[in-house]
């Protein structure tokens, strides 16, 4: 059964460690991620954006997918089914297909909106048992014209967000989407620090963990970080397993067209990533 993050977070916070938010396009993925986390025995979250839900057909969809295959695949560590990056509006849907954790990213909209819509949405997710990961401070992404530096957070305006009662909170370190441009200045811990004396026990998220170097996420993880989103690094993996495939003629040996020949080093490959992410992040052992 799918679980809300809030206690999985919390005790990933009071141990030091992070439970890594993985995101998902379809069915390989989902199944590459939720048996690495058995295997593993780590706690996990199942990430998915607007556009993958709508690439999967629909929130609904997902959660069929994800509930079927848990019962299925007998896996028992916590779970929690999560929209990334949502809107208001998509943050209602998912609330209404069965999601067990949303994110409203109301860090566009000026700061009483993002409080005025992070409040109404605390109202329906404490009700329901979910939970709710609000940012502040834009994490963009290299191709919205990022260069060098992300985003920092005011440290302030988390404390007033996370005030509101959400579960988890994610705050622009410096941090971004995608792969990280050769004249990134890395992440900014004096804001990290700073967001952490005014929030306490919040658990921390960061985005854009494909490309952070092991000993900066670590680091970020001392500072109060207890979620962190992979997503690229997953992709980047899938294709060049697939790609490799491909190049040495293996979908034209035999039945090596067959799809689930095809996609299998890909499968195989997100399977590694994900390994090594759990073990970096510490949250390998932790669901026992
Ligand atoms: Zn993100």
């Given at each position: 059964m799918?679980v809300?993050?809030?206690?999985?977070?919390q005790?990933?916070?009071?141990g030091k460690y992070?439970?890594?938010q993985?995101?998902?396009?379809?069915?390989e993925?989902t199944?590459a991620i939720l048996?690495?986390?058995q295997?593993l025995k780590?706690p996990?979250?199942?990430g998915?954006?607007?556009?993958?839900?709508k690439y999967?057909?629909?929130?609904?969809?997902?959660?069929?997918?994800?509930?079927?295959?848990m019962?299925?695949l007998?896996i028992?560590?916590?779970?929690?089914?999560?929209l990334?990056?949502?809107?208001?509006?998509?943050?209602?849907?998912?609330?209404e297909a069965?999601?067990?954790?949303?994110?409203?990213?109301?860090?566009?909209?000026p700061?009483?909106?993002n409080v005025?819509k992070t409040?109404?949405?605390v109202?329906?997710?404490s009700?329901?048992?979910?939970?709710?990961e609000?940012?502040v401070g834009?994490?963009g992404?290299e191709?919205?014209?990022?260069i060098?530096?992300?985003e920092?957070?005011?440290p302030?305006?988390c404390?007033?967000?996370?005030?509101?009662?959400?579960t988890m909170l994610?705050?622009?370190?410096?941090n971004i989407h995608g792969?990280?441009p050769?004249n990134w200045?890395?992440?900014?811990?004096?804001?990290?620090?700073?967001?952490q004396q005014?929030?306490?026990?919040?658990?921390?998220v960061?985005?854009?963990?494909?490309?952070?170097p092991a000993?900066m996420?670590k680091?970020?993880?001392s500072?109060g970080?207890a979620?962190i989103?992979?997503?690229t690094e997953c992709?980047?993996a899938f294709?060049?397993a697939?790609r490799k495939?491909?190049?040495?003629?293996?979908d034209?040996?035999?039945?090596?067209f067959?799809p689930?020949?095809?996609?299998a080093?890909?499968?195989?490959?997100i399977?590694?990533t994900v390994k090594?992410k759990m073990e970096?992040?510490?949250?390998i052992g932790?669901a026992?």
């Open positions: 799918l809300s993050a809030k206690d999985m977070l005790k990933a916070k009071a992070a439970v890594g993985f995101n998902i396009n379809n069915l993925w199944k048996l690495t986390a295997e780590s996990v979250i199942l998915v954006s607007e556009g993958a839900g999967m057909t629909g929130y609904k969809t997902v959660v069929g997918m994800v509930n079927g295959m019962e299925e007998n028992t560590v916590p779970v929690a089914l999560h990334d990056h949502g809107s208001y509006e998509g943050c209602l849907k998912c609330i069965g999601f067990s954790s949303i994110m409203f990213d109301g860090s566009h909209y700061i009483e909106e005025a409040t109404e949405l109202k329906i997710v009700e329901k048992g979910m939970s709710l609000a940012e834009s994490i992404g191709e919205d014209g990022v060098g530096k992300g920092c957070a005011d302030n305006e404390k007033a967000i996370a005030d509101l009662g959400v994610a705050a622009g370190i410096g792969k990280y050769d200045e890395g992440l900014s811990f004096e804001t990290l620090d700073a967001v005014l929030t306490g026990d919040m658990p921390l960061l985005h854009g963990g494909t490309g952070i000993d996420i680091k970020a993880i500072l970080v979620k989103n992979v997503n992709q980047l294709a060049e697939t495939y491909i190049e040495e003629g293996k034209q040996q035999g039945k090596g067959d689930r020949k095809l996609l080093p890909g499968f195989e490959a399977k590694a090594e970096l992040f510490g949250s932790k026992e």
